[in-house]
């Protein structure tokens, strides 16, 4: 007896935007390579029904001020580069197979190193002129801090088409703004929340920025730290991108490493909770499952810290878009 | 919710006027309008300012310059509807339309096939207007049956159940909103189903008031398309409200604009 199955592939009506970083000198900038992310015209790794025209990315954190709070695991790796953010990037890159950096002016933050704009933009070109894959920048979350720091930072990347964040419902104006003089795609964050998620991206088209340059942030959180509303949340701005809302048909970022390096799963000793294993693996393997978790969920660019974390979830991609594991 | 919008016609003076001149400046403004309004489809008829499917392709081409926006060819006539269809640049169309007539469905379906067309059927046959929800249901089926057995998908194909003005034919809008209800049961997923809206406040002096509110009692219903005076704010915010009540659009604090952004 043969049971037929029922064909339950559907047809999506609309593709996600398919957003590219990086500019090579062919475009105006001096990268050596770009990544596109996004363009997908199904649900995450529904390979049997739609097209997923570009992997999901892996880029890699880098702080323009030593990663003092990072805890040993994840900061051990980087011991020989910690104070020189372009050997940093150049190390992740030559190294670990970073196919993106993430500089994260962490120095600028007022309440910490407090450093000026000039010196972030300094920072900022050094890594540019370190490697040759895409940029992102973002910033130290100090709306009042970052809206003069990025001024400079924008103009001294200028034509790198770098991806610049974050833009949020209070503080959009600047980088908007800065985003369309310079040339610039921007990251849009809302905390945790889809209706915000949709309001940023009216708030940026209505200001003329152009809704195929924006990615959608909606927040992170570490595998046992709320990462299932966040995955909720991501499921339902893809469905409804798919479906047609063009405002919310955004490629999107999750922010892994920051979140998991803070979660205790990562960084208690054994010998505080036994029976855990060992911190050193530990750490990167909730990394890449948190990392895992969110590529279901839709993520198209994984900002991560770990180079384990990033091997294994290189591998998980590879795998789930149907090729050799890595 | 699908928006067409119904100011291109020569019912209107302008527009018969440009039609009777060759002077696309009205058409060119309206097109533009109601395309940032949020119209989804611009209706394009000629209506009784001429007799000559040219000035049918000479519309369609002047809005195609102007606008990026889909087009709803209007027209009695086959020749009329032919002549907008051949004018087409590749952009989505919607035949605006055929009845539940044998005659006329033999003639129509295939110019929806031959032209990756959509349509749309009223729920009127040789007998007229119907007049309680059997002979709209019954009509509105007809024209889905011969739609679908020609190979549409019913994403093509839009049911219009005839709106008449609630000021002289009040007890027809509850049929109306059965109908629609009705149709909503045709298949699975359903035909699309759509009003010419300013029908019913036709003559009333609360028009715009009546049209809203009949408006929005209709989409919970099943209505999801509507001819209508896109350029009337408060229409599109009523209309904008109502997808988010029936959870069919995310909600933003801006959602109105949302709504128009994304036709």
């Known amino acids: 007896m043969t049971v037929e199955i029922p064909d339950v592939k559907k047809s999506w009506p609309h593709a996600i935007n398919a957003v590219t970083i990086g500019a090579t000198s062919a475009d105006g900038g001096t990268r050596t390579s770009t990544v596109t992310i996004g363009g997908e015209t199904t649900l995450p790794f529904y390979l049997f029904e739609g097209a997923m025209p570009n992997r999901p990315v892996v880029a890699m954190e880098v702080w323009d001020v030593p990663a003092g709070d990072w805890p040993d695991a994840v900061r051990e790796p980087f011991d020989d580069v910690l104070a020189d953010p372009a050997a940093w990037a150049k190390k992740c890159v030559d190294e670990f197979g970073a196919e993106t950096i993430c500089l994260r002016l962490q120095?600028?933050?007022?309440?910490?190193?407090?450093?000026?704009?000039?010196?972030a933009a300094a920072a900022a070109k050094a890594v540019a002129e370190a490697v040759g894959v895409p940029l992102i920048v973002w910033g130290c979350g100090s709306d009042e801090k970052d809206n003069e720091v990025f001024p400079l930072v924008a103009e001294a990347l200028s034509g790198e088409n770098c991806l610049l964040g974050t833009i949020t419902e209070d503080n959009y104006k600047t980088l908007t703004a800065l985003g369309t003089a310079y040339g610039h795609k921007l990251i849009a964050e809302s905390p945790v929340d889809i209706n915000m998620a949709k309001q940023i991206n009216i708030?940026?088209?209505?200001?003329?920025?152009?809704?195929?340059?924006?990615?959608?942030?909606?927040?992170?959180?570490?595998?046992?730290?709320?990462?299932?509303?966040?995955?909720?949340?991501?499921?339902?701005?893809?469905?409804?991108?798919?479906?047609?809302?063009?405002?919310?048909?955004?490629?999107?970022?999750?922010?892994?490493?920051?979140?998991?390096?803070?979660?205790?799963?990562?960084?208690?000793?054994?010998?505080?909770?036994?029976?855990?294993?060992?911190?050193?693996?530990?750490?990167?393997?909730?990394?890449?499952?948190?990392?895992?978790?969110?590529?279901?969920?839709?993520?198209?660019?994984?900002?991560?810290?770990?180079?384990?974390?990033?091997?294994?979830?290189?591998?998980?991609i590879a795998r789930l878009m149907g090729g050799e594991a890595g | 919710m699908i928006l067409i919008g119904e100011r291109i016609n020569a019912g209107f003076k302008d527009i018969a006027n440009a039609i009777r001149t060759k002077d696309p400046t009205a058409v060119e403004k309206w097109a533009v309008a109601q395309t940032e309004a949020g119209a989804t489809y611009l209706d394009v008829n000629i209506g009784a300012a001429s007799r000559d499917p040219a000035d049918?392709?000479?519309?369609?081409?002047?809005?195609?310059?102007?606008?990026?926006?889909?087009?709803?060819?209007?027209?009695?006539?086959?020749?009329t509807i032919?002549?907008?269809?051949?004018?087409?640049?590749?952009?989505?169309?919607?035949?605006?339309?055929?009845?539940?007539?044998?005659?006329?469905?033999?003639?129509?379906?295939?110019?929806?096939?031959?032209?990756?067309a959509a349509l749309l059927g009223l729920a009127m046959d040789d007998r007229g207007s119907p007049q309680n929800v059997d002979r709209r249901v019954e009509n509105g089926a007809m024209v889905f049956m011969a739609a679908m057995e020609a190979g549409l998908d019913p994403d093509r194909i839009v049911l219009d159940p005839i709106l008449m003005p609630l000021k002289f034919m009040q007890e027809q809008a509850g049929f109306v909103l059965e109908a629609i209800e009705q149709y909503t049961h045709l298949s699975d997923p359903p035909p699309h189903i759509s009003v010419g809206l300013s029908n019913i406040g036709s003559k009333a002096t609360e028009r715009r008031r009546i049209v809203r509110t009949f408006l929005v009692m209709a989409m919970a219903r099943g209505l999801d398309v509507a001819i209508c005076n896109v350029c009337d704010e408060e229409l599109i915010a009523a209309v904008a409200t109502a997808e988010l009540v029936l959870n069919k659009e995310i909600y933003s604090d801006s959602y109105v604009r949302a709504f128009q952004v994304r036709q």
């Open chain 1, 107 to 119: 120095g600028c933050d007022p309440n910490g190193a407090n450093r000026s704009p000039e010196e």
């Open chain 1, 203 to 316: 708030l940026a088209l209505d200001v003329g920025f152009l809704a195929e340059n924006l990615v959608i942030f909606p927040s992170t959180g570490a595998l046992g730290y709320g990462l299932e509303y966040v995955y909720s949340i991501m499921e339902r701005l893809r469905i409804a991108g798919l479906k047609g809302d063009k405002v919310v048909a955004m490629p999107m970022l999750c922010d892994i490493g920051l979140e998991v390096w803070g979660a205790k799963e990562a960084r208690a000793p054994e010998s505080e909770v036994p029976g855990w294993g060992d911190v050193t693996s530990r750490g990167p393997l909730w990394e890449a499952a948190t990392a895992t978790v969110y590529l279901l969920a839709g993520a198209d660019l994984l900002i991560l810290r770990h180079p384990e974390a990033v091997r294994l979830t290189q591998g998980t």
């Open chain 2, 56 to 79: 049918m392709a000479w519309l369609v081409d002047v809005v195609q310059k102007a606008v990026p926006t889909k087009i709803s060819v209007d027209s009695t006539k086959i020749e």
């Open chain 2, 82 to 116: 032919e002549a907008g269809l051949d004018a087409i640049d590749g952009r989505g169309v919607l035949i605006n339309s055929t009845t539940a007539d044998p005659g006329k469905l033999e003639r129509i379906v295939p110019l929806a096939v031959e032209h990756n």
